[in-house]
């Protein structure tokens, strides 16, 4: 058993910890958000903020982010009553065409955001973003809605 | 962690879609587009029964239903749109059913941007039939004329009276044939259709609902993987099953015979299986492939079935001069993120499948030859999947997760390939050759126009009569193979697309030289042979116009007799605020350390949709070879615009694609099999790559609504090839434009 914090909330996996924490996240916690993409580390379809940190979490152990770490996955972000900037930002921006990578590029980005958010520069976005692949090319749009979002209150 | 944040969300809804059966044989692929012929749309005729489109019941629910499945394109909420203006229901109250053999009409595959002009139009017609009919019911009902009535969100008015849609419906029978004389609203009273209704799915997936068929977790779901042969041609000798019966967490193992695959209680404890079954059993390689030449040589030389498809007359002038190139483009994948699955469930001889395939009906016949069952005891619903750009791996791993499941009966079996797995046994896009070959007049103009091509199939999917496009069904120890391609026909052809040129050219010939056999496997990648005939094209003229000594877009001009072309042209130039100037062939324009240039691409999608027209520009490293776009800008024009943000946000997608596969993609293989196996090997544009764009959209009310969802990924290839020209002087023939082929024709 390995225990872990999660959106908040404690759980405690029955997994070996070598195991790939995506793989518990959506099987074990029946989370949608971090989706498996490459398993190499590749894509960041998987990404998941551990310590407020983004992390690919088909490139991290499960006993890594065991408590007292802290996971942070899509759902953990916000609500549709209480969304996080970001994800209202990506609605109001249209941000997506399939969505596979939207997790992860919202969870990136949420780290950029935490770091710093005035004067982002579409450059900054990009490089800080420059590792989460979209194959539907919304590129231009995500960059957008990551501005949109830091220029919002409360992030 | 509390139960109801983690309950099992989302299936329950699924399976709970009713049953009315419906069955018709009946196909539709990329290459046969459908006229909408004068007796109404040809997706009605084949699926005339009203309760396949739009249900109307007296308990007040309305449920509108489609064949064609989301793919990330925002197809539903364009159809909503449809469905909602007929209907004069608010959009949001309409409960929408897409891509479920047990539900839905038959409209073939998801594909060949035909959903809005032929899927969306029957639907249209269907709504505006059913309203009709219920707005009849109320005049009757109150001696009134029918034509006085209006209707406010799904219910019926007149000066003091009203009646809803349900109760009217309980009055008279919409299960019947719809009326194809039924006619829909005009342009002019439309509300909902031209508007940029936001995208109904977005919100769920930036909340992390259930969405994806990945995300599906049925009560007892066991999950299922696949021990690949180590090369296409490979067959399994021997396997101690028994021993794979006993790796950890291994529920059942399928070895069926050179199909292998294993059932765990843990995603990562089948995968492993998976990998250490590969390595433990014995396999017999096949032959080399290419016969160990390179892919290009094959294509030229190997044989294949050559045919002159297309001819106009020859011109009275002769040419004072004849201009040929060849080009070339390597194999390029689909590359999705999120790699391609199923679930399956075998109940009582009966299977259901859950699938992010295409064509739901394509795949269940595909299935029934596959497992020698009846397509009657297959049910496919279509779940979303990650994008997919074409014919992947989608329909695969159905087949894949149904053998699986038959192990365990009453179990449903989730398997969800690698990544790996995706990119080496999904269907490539195939690598081509096309020549080119004018005759040009002592004042440029051109005078005659050849365009032969070389290339594998670009429709390898399931939705034939016999045999069985699912890959493992390959490898049974009785196979079912697959049927022999065919290539599809002119006007829109697969291998030819967009070979019939839209200059105004006399003496055009198209000739196809076509081959069945497959030692990479080949199929649909968005646009099928369109994007590289339509760039091998526009780079082509663009070398005549440089010949001539005339500016890209004057030459254009020139040859041009399309209004809707023209307008797109001058559109996309005028946004780019680009001056056009005449190319001198071995003259580059330096810029300090680079070269900087501009092109332009203009494409007629099928030469039947739509009207997009791309420049770009770019700086050319020249130490390196390296090509970087500066920027993009687009004109698009595809008729009435059902959801102009959703058309750009196609548009500027498929950009954004096009400039990745134009400088980036290409896959490689060795003797026994694709090795490009990740992001690594086959990388795809990043964020720092992607160009500004700036797209505008031209709305033409007056006209039906074109394709759009491939209309920009040749006319961007173009304009970033032509804008290399424009920048080096020289011409570059093989795609991608990588620094190393850049770098040798500065140097050539």
Not at chain 2, 58 to 63: L, N, S, V
Not at chain 2, 75 to 85: C, F, P, W
Not at chain 2, 701 to 724: H, R
């Amino acid at each position: 058993m390995v225990r872990l914090t999660v959106n908040g909330r404690t759980a405690d996996a029955d997994a070996d910890p070598s195991t790939p924490l995506i793989y518990v996240l959506r099987n074990d916690l029946a989370l949608n958000g971090p989706k498996l993409g490459c398993a190499r580390g590749q894509c960041g379809a998987c990404t998941v903020l551990v310590d407020g940190r983004p992390v690919r979490s088909c490139a991290t152990r499960l006993g890594d982010a065991a408590a007292p770490h802290v996971v942070t996955t899509l759902e953990g972000l916000g609500t549709p009553d209480r969304p996080h900037p970001l994800q209202a930002a990506f609605i109001a921006e249209q941000a997506a065409q399939c969505g596979y990578c939207t997790s992860g590029m919202i969870m990136q980005a949420a780290a950029l955001l935490a770091e710093r958010r005035e004067g982002l520069t579409e450059a900054q976005v990009a490089e800080a973003l420059d590792h989460n692949l979209c194959r539907c090319g919304t590129q231009p749009r995500v960059v957008r809605a990551v501005l949109r979002a830091a220029r919002q209150q409360g992030v | 962690m509390g139960a109801a944040t983690l309950s099992r969300r989302g299936f329950a809804a699924i399976l709970g879609a009713g049953a009315a059966g419906l069955a018709i044989g009946f196909r539709l692929d990329d290459a046969a587009a459908q006229q909408a012929a004068p007796q109404g749309p040809a997706m009605l005729r084949a699926n005339p029964r009203m309760e396949s489109w739009v249900r109307i019941t007296p308990d007040g629910r309305i449920t509108v239903l489609t064949g064609r499945v989301e793919l990330g394109q925002g197809v539903l909420t364009a159809m909503r749109q449809i469905a909602a203006e007929e209907l004069d229901v608010a959009p949001e109250r309409l409960d929408l059913i897409a891509g479920d053999t047990a539900e839905t009409a038959n409209e073939g595959v998801t594909a060949g941007s035909q959903s809005i002009r032929f899927g969306g139009e029957a639907l249209g017609v269907a709504c505006a039939d059913a309203r009709a009919t219920l707005l009849r019911v109320a005049a009757d009902a109150w001696g009134a004329d029918a034509a006085t009535l209006r209707v406010e969100d799904g219910v019926i008015l007149a000066a003091n009276r009203r009646m809803t849609y349900a109760e009217a419906a309980g009055r008279v029978s919409l299960a019947r044939p719809v009326d194809l004389t039924a006619r829909r609203k005009p342009v002019a009273q439309q509300r909902i259709v031209g508007t940029s209704h936001p995208r109904t799915d977005i919100p769920a997936k930036v909340f992390g609902q259930q969405v994806f068929i990945h995300d599906m977790r049925p009560e007892g779901m066991l999950f299922g993987a696949i021990a690949r042969p180590p090369g296409y041609a490979a067959r399994l000798v021997s396997l101690d099953v028994a021993w794979a019966r006993s790796l950890p967490g291994v529920v059942e193992v399928v070895r069926d015979g050179s199909f292998v695959g294993v059932i765990a209680r843990r995603e990562e404890q089948a995968n492993d299986a998976a990998r250490r079954i590969v390595q433990a059993a014995t396999w017999r390689d096949g032959a080399p492939l290419f016969g160990g030449r390179g892919v290009f040589e094959h294509l030229l030389n190997a044989p294949s079935t050559t045919r002159t498809i297309h001819t106009t007359p020859a011109a009275e002038a002769q040419a004072a001069r004849t201009h040929r190139v060849e080009y070339r483009r390597g194999f390029q994948a689909h590359a999705s993120i999120g790699a391609s699955c199923a679930l399956a469930k075998w109940e009582d001889g009966r299977l259901t499948v859950w699938s992010h395939a295409q064509g739901p009906f394509p795949l269940r016949g595909d299935l029934s030859r596959g497992l020698r069952v009846p397509a009657e005891s297959v049910r496919v619903i279509h779940v979303q999947g990650s994008g997919c750009y074409g014919h992947n791996g989608a329909d695969d791993v159905a087949l894949d997760a149904a053998l699986l499941a038959r192990a365990v009966p009453g179990r449903t079996v989730r398997v969800h390939w690698t990544h790996e797995e995706e990119m080496v046994w999904e269907p490539w896009g195939s690598a081509m050759v096309v020549r080119l070959e004018a005759g040009m007049s002592a004042d440029g103009g051109l005078t005659s126009w050849a365009h032969d091509v070389w290339s594998f199939p670009h429709s390898t999917r399931p939705g034939g009569t016999s045999g069985c496009n699912l890959r493992s069904a390959w490898y049974l120890e009785n196979p079912v193979p697959a049927p022999a391609p065919v290539d599809g026909p002119l006007p829109n052809g697969a291998s030819a697309r967009n070979a019939v040129p839209i200059y105004a050219v006399p003496g055009q010939r198209v000739t196809t030289h076509f081959h069945t056999d497959m030692p990479v496997r080949t199929s649909a990648l968005r646009t099928l042979g369109g994007y590289f005939n339509a760039v091998a094209a526009d780079m082509f003229l663009d070398e005549c116009a440089a010949l001539a000594g005339q500016d890209p877009v004057a030459y254009r001009l020139r040859h041009l007799r399309d209004p809707r072309l023209v307008a797109v042209l001058r559109r996309a130039v005028e946004t780019s605020g680009w001056q056009p100037r005449a190319v001198t062939l071995g003259r580059p324009r330096v810029e300090g350390t680079q070269l900087v240039g501009t092109g332009v691409g203009l494409s007629k999608y099928k030469n039947s949709d739509s009207h997009v027209a791309v420049v770009a520009r770019v700086a050319v490293d020249v130490p390196t070879g390296q090509v970087r776009v500066l920027g993009m800008w687009s004109a698009t024009e595809a008729g009435r615009a059902v959801n102009p943000d959703g058309i750009l946000n196609q548009i500027d997608g498929g950009i954004v694609q096009a400039a990745s596969w134009t400088l980036m993609e290409e896959g490689r293989w060795d003797s026994r099999r694709m090795t490009t196996e990740d992001f690594a090997s086959y990388p795809i544009i990043d964020f720092s790559h992607t160009p500004p764009i700036r797209s505008v959209l031209i709305d033409r009310p007056d006209l039906p609504s074109l394709g759009v969802g491939e209309g920009s990924q040749a006319p961007a290839g173009a304009a970033i090839a032509n804008a290399i020209l424009d920048a080096t002087g020289r011409h570059v023939p093989e795609i991608p434009f990588t620094p190393e082929r850049v770098l040798a024709a500065l140097r050539g």
